[in-house]
């Protein structure tokens, strides 16, 4: 198993119907959102690629809203959307991608059409659904848990991701993992890049003041151990109960709210994103 994240004392119980994918899509979940963005920049190949991109409209500390519209309509396409959807959007997740890549002065040497480096953010989105179903949900079986993984191709294969890259099992994908997470260093720019996400200087004030140090403490408690000490974010014993505190009570509203409102983010997201191919407005 990946991560020791959820924390449920409970075991784990088979469900009459093996989860998938899908049922990690709630609106809750987007709490864990900029812990994942970190997750997925640990590569040093990502995280320069974003923090040197000159693709100023997917700029997150010019267009905040647009960057968080376009990464979480991603993540409905990937996980609701028709074959139309994810066709149209993975053509222009390659248009925009096509202008992401390193110059001769770049530190590191990067593609943002570098299916390995796609194979990676991938990875990061699963894991963070793995998260989000298990935190919301309670702790899968083994036998649940591959069939949860089986579901989840489309989260890289609506990128430039090749079917054949994505791992056969739920077991080889873990030695996948453990391999990518030997490679995360985060550079000192990048650092203060995330930092900047997770205290969400993003925002205009007031919202930075008011919002910027929960922010903080809750994507801490949602980053895997290995990406938290390698970004320098001190968490303390302390932190770990109060977090555990905090899954627990944020899955029990979550269990009182209908399946409509839970997946009202993603859904409305889908909207939007055949409005404007209606309407003929930008995608990104």
């Not at 997917?58 to 519209?69: H, Q």
């Not at 894991?127 to 191709?153: I, K, N, Q």
């Not at 720019?189 to 003041?209: F, I, K, N, S, Y």
């Amino acid at each position: 198993m990946i991560t020791e994240l959820h924390r449920n004392p409970a075991p784990a119980v088979a469900r009459p119907v093996p989860p998938a994918i899908t049922d990690a899509v709630d609106s809750l979940g987007a709490a864990s959102g900029v812990a994942n963005v970190i997750m997925q920049l640990s590569w040093p190949e990502v995280g320069w690629g974003v923090r040197e991109s000159r693709v100023e409209t997917g700029n997150v500390y010019r267009r905040p809203l647009k960057r968080a519209r376009t990464t979480f309509q991603y993540l409905a396409v990937a996980t609701l959307g028709s074959d139309d959807d994810k066709r149209v959007y993975r053509e222009e997740v390659t248009r925009i991608h096509r202008l992401v890549h390193s110059t001769p002065e770049s530190r590191v040497r990067y593609s943002a059409l570098d299916p390995k480096l796609q194979m990676w953010v991938a990875a990061c989105l699963y894991v963070g659904f793995e998260d989000v179903y298990e935190w919301l949900h309670g702790p899968m079986t083994d036998p649940d848990r591959e069939a949860f993984y089986r579901s989840a191709p489309s989260l890289g294969t609506t990128l430039q991701v090749r079917p054949e890259q994505w791992p056969a099992t739920r077991a080889e994908f873990d030695d996948y993992w453990r391999e990518g997470v030997a490679r995360i260093r985060f550079d000192e720019p990048v650092r203060r890049h995330l930092v900047g996400l997770t205290e969400l200087r993003m925002l205009p004030q007031p919202a930075t003041a008011v919002f910027g140090r929960v922010n903080k403490w809750i994507t801490t408690g949602f980053l895997h151990r290995e990406f938290r000490d390698e970004l320098g974010l001190p968490w303390t014993p302390r932190d770990q109960r109060r977090f555990e505190t905090f899954l627990t009570a944020t899955a029990g509203l979550n269990r009182l709210l209908p399946t409509a409102l839970r997946t009202i983010t993603y859904r409305v997201l889908l909207l939007d994103l055949r409005w404007r191919l209606r309407s003929g407005r930008p995608l990104m």
